[in-house]
């Protein structure tokens, strides 16, 4: 109660003009704005369009050139590697190859922009707050929620990086290679590794250069796997508020207050209430309300599966690969191995199942919608209404779901699926 009341004293949700001045928004902005990622021409911000097509084709040309670099390191020193180091290299090359398909599916795409300017400045629960009281309630709980999650991913973005970079640099540290003379027997190691043009095994001033650029790859590369899962779960909330509110308007359905009766048709014969002429306008114009609000939700989440479908697809491939990896790495018990992949492991699992613990919330609270539907007083309405009706529950039967690519729907589910079947594997090479 304490952090409600200091969010919404330091962030009130009825002086705020529109949904950028949210700090869980401010966040997403900045980190997306780094990267280019942010759809600040189509909101209406200062962005010449000269400057997006640069700045995406340099992001572009450097996760290629990352993803080329690791891979031709890989096909050059495969003889010379170590177990650990070359599990260490597929890992890099797994994840900035997933880096690739969120610059190629998401900062290249119009239809990315388009999607994230409609959340914006359409779908946000901010320009729903003010239709009843219910709507007011479920858009500061999904406020709150966002304002919870947000700094957690952030700061979860923030270690991760920080201990994929430093790591490396301790065990130089305590090899005592920064020392004069400190690799004369030894290479310096590294966070990731490339073919570069100058020497950054053995020479100093090589390996602080590397560092550096390590370093900055790192952080556009965690830019892009955390920030953009970030902005994803936001839109999911706010559909799981959108249902919530849809759900909440058929629950509340105006009953019929007419004093002529009908036959009741669920099942016994009782008298109920009628509506009276005047209130069946109403009546049809309520239920257009609720049928107008679900298609523009199934229209939004439609959309969400067209674009994040492909970015979805590869992180489930990704999952599965180097979650069989991380582990079979573990597996060696080392404190060499274990200091350097457990957290990560851990990491990244967390985030597999934190987003498809997210994705279901929409699923299940869909699921509500054919009981709710079927609950509203259809039986006293005229014949006209009830075709309405039948047909509106004929379209909520199925729950609604973001697929992957249009094959898998993203969830608990898959994230089982995912997670057994990296075991199995694990089991199977640990075999043999």
Same mark, same amino acid.
């Given at each position: 109660?304490?952090?409600?009341?200091?969010?919404?004293?330091?962030?009130? %949700?009825?002086?705020?003009?529109?949904?950028?001045?949210?700090?869980?928004?401010?966040?997403?902005?900045?980190?997306?704005?780094?990267?280019?990622?942010?759809?600040?021409?189509?909101?209406?911000?200062?962005?010449?369009?000269?400057?997006?097509?640069?700045?995406? *084709?340099?992001?572009? $040309?450097?996760?290629?050139?990352?993803?080329?670099?690791?891979?031709?390191?890989?096909?050059?020193?495969?003889? !010379?590697?170590?177990?650990?180091?070359?599990?260490?290299?597929?890992?890099?090359?797994? =994840?900035?190859?997933?880096?690739?398909?969120? %610059?190629?599916?998401?900062?290249?795409?119009?239809?990315?922009?388009?999607? #994230?300017?409609?959340?914006?400045?359409?779908?946000?629960? /901010?320009?729903?707050?003010?239709?009843?009281?219910?709507?007011?309630?479920?858009?500061?709980?999904?406020?709150?929620? $966002?304002?919870?999650?947000?700094?957690?991913?952030?700061?979860?973005?923030?270690?991760?990086?920080?201990?994929?970079?430093?790591?490396?640099?301790?065990?130089?540290?305590?090899?005592?290679?920064?020392?004069?003379?400190?690799?004369?027997?030894?290479?310096?190691?590294? *966070?990731?590794?490339? *073919?570069?043009?100058?020497?950054?095994?053995?020479? /100093?001033?090589?390996?602080?250069?590397? +560092?550096?650029?390590?370093?900055?790859?790192?952080?556009?590369?965690?830019?892009?796997?955390?920030?953009?899962?970030?902005?994803?779960?936001?839109?999911?909330?706010?559909?799981?508020?959108?249902?919530?509110?849809?759900?909440?308007?058929?629950?509340?359905?105006?009953?019929?207050?007419?004093?002529?009766? $009908?036959?009741? !048709?669920?099942?016994?014969?009782?008298?109920?209430?009628?509506?009276?002429?005047?209130?069946?306008?109403?009546?049809?114009?309520?239920?257009?309300? +609720?049928?107008?609000?679900?298609?523009?939700?199934?229209?939004?989440?439609?959309?969400?599966?067209?674009?994040?479908?492909?970015?979805?697809?590869?992180?489930?491939? @990704?999952?599965?690969?180097?979650? $069989?990896?991380?582990?079979? !790495? +573990?597996?060696?018990?080392?404190?060499? #191995?274990?200091?350097? @992949?457990?957290?990560?492991?851990?990491?990244?699992?967390?985030?597999?199942?934190?987003?498809?613990?997210?994705?279901?919330?929409?699923?299940?609270? *869909?699921?509500?919608?054919?009981?709710?539907?079927?609950?509203?007083?259809?039986?006293?309405?005229?014949?006209?209404?009830?075709?309405? %009706?039948?047909?509106?529950? =004929?379209? %909520?039967? !199925?729950?609604?779901?973001?697929?992957?690519?249009?094959?898998?729907?993203?969830?608990?589910?898959?994230?089982?699926?995912?997670?057994?079947?990296?075991?199995?594997?694990?089991?199977?090479?640990?075999?043999?």
């Amino acid at each position: 109660m304490r952090l409600k009341k200091f969010l919404f004293e330091n962030e009130s %949700v009825d002086g705020i003009s529109s949904p950028s001045q949210y700090m869980y928004i401010k966040i997403v902005r900045f980190m997306l704005v780094v990267v280019g990622s942010w759809p600040r021409r189509e909101i209406g911000e200062p962005e010449p369009r000269y400057q997006t097509i640069i700045l995406n *084709s340099f992001f572009f $040309c450097v996760v290629n050139t990352a993803l080329f670099g690791s891979i031709s390191y890989v096909y050059i020193h495969t003889s !010379e590697l170590s177990f650990l180091e070359i599990g260490h290299m597929y890992i890099v090359i797994l =994840m900035t190859a997933n880096d690739m398909s969120r %610059v190629s599916t998401l900062t290249l795409s119009q239809k990315y922009r388009d999607l #994230a300017k409609e959340f914006l400045t359409k779908i946000h629960l /901010f320009y729903f707050k003010d239709h009843s009281p219910y709507a007011m309630l479920i858009h500061k709980k999904v406020h709150l929620i $966002c304002h919870l999650i947000s700094p957690c991913l952030l700061l979860q973005m923030l270690t991760g990086l920080s201990l994929f970079n430093l790591i490396p640099m301790y065990m130089n540290y305590s090899s005592g290679r920064y020392a004069s003379g400190g690799t004369q027997n030894s290479t310096f190691e590294h *966070s990731l590794y490339f *073919s570069y043009p100058f020497n950054s095994s053995t020479d /100093f001033n090589g390996y602080v250069v590397a +560092c550096i650029i390590h370093w900055l790859l790192s952080y556009i590369c965690s830019i892009h796997l955390v920030m953009f899962d970030l902005l994803l779960s936001i839109m999911v909330f706010h559909l799981w508020g959108h249902f919530k509110i849809l759900i909440n308007s058929l629950n509340n359905f105006p009953k019929p207050s007419a004093e002529t009766h $009908c036959e009741l !048709e669920r099942g016994i014969n009782i008298n109920a209430e009628k509506y009276s002429k005047k209130e069946l306008v109403e009546v049809s114009q309520k239920l257009k309300e +609720c049928i107008d609000y679900h298609r523009e939700i199934i229209q939004f989440t439609n959309a969400m599966s067209d674009v994040f479908g492909p970015m979805l697809f590869c992180y489930y491939v @990704f999952h599965q690969a180097s979650g $069989c990896l991380l582990l079979l !790495e +573990c597996s060696q018990m080392t404190a060499q #191995a274990l200091i350097r @992949f457990l957290p990560l492991t851990i990491i990244l699992t967390q985030q597999l199942i934190q987003l498809s613990v997210i994705f279901e919330l929409v699923g299940s609270e *869909s699921e509500k919608l054919k009981d709710a539907v079927y609950g509203v007083p259809w039986e006293c309405m005229d014949a006209s209404n009830r075709k309405v %009706v039948a047909f509106f529950l =004929m379209n %909520v039967q !199925e729950p609604v779901h973001i697929k992957a690519l249009g094959i898998a729907n993203v969830g608990v589910t898959s994230m089982a699926t995912i997670l057994k079947t990296s075991l199995s594997y694990f089991t199977f090479l640990r075999s043999i």
